[in-house]
């Protein structure tokens, strides 16, 4: 296939819409009868175990989607990412996530130059500068140490590093180093969320982290100059060159804000927004509360599953195949969304960081040549842990909607409880659930099963269950920082798989742009109305409307 053409016009894509019809044509529960078939759809890898039975696929299909990956030069296209290349062409950038979690003595080129050295510079003054504050030596402007930290950022520069902190928070040798410490994320501009952040807090004790790829990002530079304010107006404006940092690829503006360049961790350009957990976006906040080392197993995580990735054939690679079978099911069956649902509740934040690196890579209507795609690409990503999800939305999932869902399982829990005269420990109880659902999901109940059980006649058809709905499982060993890394880059290379087989830019992000071009002219308007009493203009009839009650 030639680099500028669409693969939805290759043979490969074509076959695979035939032969979607042809398996649609057997059940999910005859399909699960072939043990053969079962094994083969089985993957481990350090302790994990990929278990994809339940898709509605065949080892046919497989194969059919492995020459689809050859058409669309996946692997040609893993190796140029993992070399340094610009793939990013809209924004000419590379993309380097794997870069900030490769060991000190790894060699990544880019423009040219060695960027691990640069890496472990940063990570270095991370160890440092966070090994300060939690011993003491790096004191408040009063002489108190600094245990509690409030990290601004929205976006990337959030939803990823609360994500880690999450599910690192009730892991026990984690927690045992956070002790006596607090991590809080201030993201919204919402001065709700400013509230909330302060509310118990000491500025005396507190250290602010400004965490923004650009420093210009509206509401986090708002709730900075806000967060500057409340140290400055209870500690004195010298205070913020002791309680304020930054993370940031701009160093410039962050100088111009009024912190210390020394106090100021960088990274580069060729991490995107949302895959910048790895670099001090999430190490320096992560490492302020859990210490150095914790985060640096987090980041070895993270970086044996880049190499799985770069290294596995297809047919045994974890992210390559949960990739495939995501375009599997967005573009042949044709099911636009998918649930996340891990059977841990330390993962509660793992899917809306994954709705962002999803949604804002694979949300696209054009491939990277700027061509109008006449397919659906993206998925809709949604999710909660279980159980709380199953007494939420799965009614949906069983018996509505098909959602291709994702279950993700831990065999030891990080809290486990055992009270005397239960049949089974409380992680046995949630993970009997994490074996039941897929199975009620790809089996289902049928007319006839509710028959033999004497259900009446005029319920049969509202407890029919129609099975034949997707799912696959994984199951780590633990949750310790080593796994979450690991879980972290699964996802993030299986949605960089999906934007290479559709042929997307899975790396920029013009759809934020309108609405915030939109919101400046907006806070013009308020503003010159507000001080100068001018009248509402430039604006349609509705949001005039709107706008003049918000005034009134
Ligand atoms: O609005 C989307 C976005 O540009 C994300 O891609 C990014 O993660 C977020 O805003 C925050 O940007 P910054 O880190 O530059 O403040």
């Known amino acids: 296939m030639a680099s500028s053409a669409l693969i939805c016009g290759t043979e490969a894509w074509n076959d695979l819409k035939a032969h979607v019809e042809e398996?649609?044509?057997?059940?999910?529960?005859?399909?699960?009868?072939?043990?053969?078939?079962?094994?083969?759809?089985?993957?481990?890898?350090?302790?994990?175990?990929?278990?994809?039975?339940?898709?509605?696929?065949?080892?046919?299909?497989?194969?059919?989607?492995?020459?689809?990956?050859?058409?669309?030069?996946?692997?040609?296209?893993?190796?140029?990412?993992?070399?340094?290349?610009?793939?990013?062409?809209?924004?000419?950038?590379?993309?380097?996530?794997?870069?900030?979690r490769a060991p000190r003595d790894a060699v990544i080129q880019c423009d040219g130059k060695n960027?691990?050295?640069?890496?472990?510079?940063?990570?270095?003054?991370?160890?440092?500068?966070?090994?300060?504050?939690?011993?003491?030596?790096?004191?408040?402007?009063?002489?108190?140490?600094?245990?509690?930290?409030?990290?601004?950022?929205?976006?990337?520069?959030?939803?990823?590093?609360?994500?880690?902190?999450?599910?690192?928070?009730?892991?026990?040798?984690?927690?045992?180093?956070?002790?006596?410490?607090?991590?809080r994320f201030l993201a919204n501009v919402d001065p709700i969320d400013v509230a909330r952040n302060i509310t118990g807090l000491n500025p005396e004790t507190t250290l602010v982290v400004v965490v923004s790829k650009t420093f210009t990002t509206a509401e986090t530079m708002l709730n900075a100059r806000t967060m500057k304010e409340w140290i400055s107006a209870s500690l004195g404006p010298e205070a913020v060159a002791k309680h304020m940092v930054a993370?940031?690829?701009?160093?410039?503006?962050?100088?111009?804000?009024?912190?210390?360049?020394?106090?100021?961790?960088?990274?580069?350009?060729?991490?995107?927004?949302?895959?910048?957990?790895?670099?001090?976006?999430g190490v320096l906040p992560l490492s302020l509360q859990y210490g150095f080392s914790v985060v640096e197993k987090f980041l070895k995580g993270a970086s044996s599953i880049d190499q799985h990735f770069y290294t596995a054939p297809f047919e045994k690679n974890i992210p390559v195949l949960l990739g495939l079978l995501s375009v599997w099911n967005v573009s042949f069956h044709g099911y636009p969304a998918r649930a996340i649902l891990p059977y841990s509740q330390a993962l509660e934040k793992?899917?809306?960081?994954?709705?962002?690196?999803?949604?804002?890579?694979?949300?696209?209507?054009?491939?990277?040549?700027?061509?109008?795609?006449?397919?659906?690409?993206?998925?809709?990503?949604?999710?909660?842990?279980?159980?709380?999800?199953?007494h939420s939305f799965y009614q949906l999932i069983h018996q509505g909607r098909v959602i291709p869902c994702d279950f993700i399982g831990v065999v030891k829990s990080q809290q486990p409880v055992y009270l005397q005269g239960e049949p089974v420990n409380n992680h046995d109880e949630l993970m009997s659930n994490f074996f039941a659902q897929p199975d009620a999901l790809?089996?289902?109940?049928?007319?006839?099963?509710?028959?033999?059980?004497?259900?009446?006649?005029?319920?049969?058809?509202?407890?029919?269950?129609?099975?034949?709905?997707?799912?696959?499982?994984?199951?780590?060993?633990?949750?310790?920082?080593?796994?979450?890394?690991?879980?972290?880059?699964?996802y993030e290379h299986r949605i960089g798989v999906e934007g290479f087989i559709w042929g997307i830019n899975s790396f920029d992000q013009w759809g934020v742009e309108?609405?915030?071009?939109?919101?400046?002219?907006?806070?013009?308007?308020?503003?010159?109305?507000?001080?100068?009493?001018?009248?509402i203009q430039g604006f349609n009839f509705s949001t005039s409307t709107l706008l003049k009650r918000y005034l009134e």
């Open 23 to 100: 398996i649609k044509k057997t059940h999910l529960r005859d399909l699960m009868s072939d043990p053969d078939r079962c094994r083969s759809m089985m993957v481990e890898f350090d302790g994990m175990l990929l278990d994809y039975s339940r898709q509605c696929a065949t080892v046919e299909t497989f194969e059919k989607l492995f020459k689809l990956a050859e058409e669309a030069h996946l692997k040609e296209k893993i190796n140029s990412m993992f070399s340094g290349e610009c793939i990013n062409k809209t924004e000419n950038r590379a993309v380097l996530h794997v870069a900030l």
């Open 115 to 183: 960027v691990v050295p640069e890496v472990w510079n940063v990570l270095d003054k991370i160890h440092d500068f966070s090994e300060k504050v939690r011993s003491g030596s790096w004191l408040g402007a009063t002489g108190k140490a600094l245990t509690d930290v409030v990290s601004i950022g929205i976006g990337g520069s959030y939803l990823g590093p609360l994500f880690v902190h999450t599910a690192l928070q009730t892991d026990p040798e984690a927690a045992e180093c956070a002790k006596g410490r607090q991590l």
């Open 247 to 281: 993370v940031s690829t701009n160093l410039p503006l962050v100088e111009k804000f009024g912190i210390d360049p020394n106090n100021a961790f960088a990274f580069w350009d060729w991490v995107g927004g949302r895959y910048s957990v790895c670099s001090a976006v």
């Open 350 to 390: 793992f899917a809306p960081h994954i709705q962002q690196v999803s949604m804002e890579s694979n949300g696209k209507g054009v491939s990277i040549d700027g061509v109008s795609i006449p397919f659906e690409a993206g998925e809709i990503d949604f999710g909660e842990p279980g159980t709380n999800g199953q």
């Open 442 to 490: 790809a089996y289902g109940k049928t007319p006839e099963q509710l028959q033999n059980e004497n259900v009446p006649p005029h319920l049969i058809t509202h407890k029919t269950f129609p099975g034949n709905r997707p799912s696959f499982s994984l199951l780590l060993p633990s949750l310790n920082a080593y796994n979450i890394g690991q879980l972290l880059a699964i």
């Open 514 to 535: 309108l609405g915030k071009s939109l919101a400046t002219q907006v806070r013009k308007q308020l503003c010159s109305s507000r001080t100068k009493g001018e009248p």
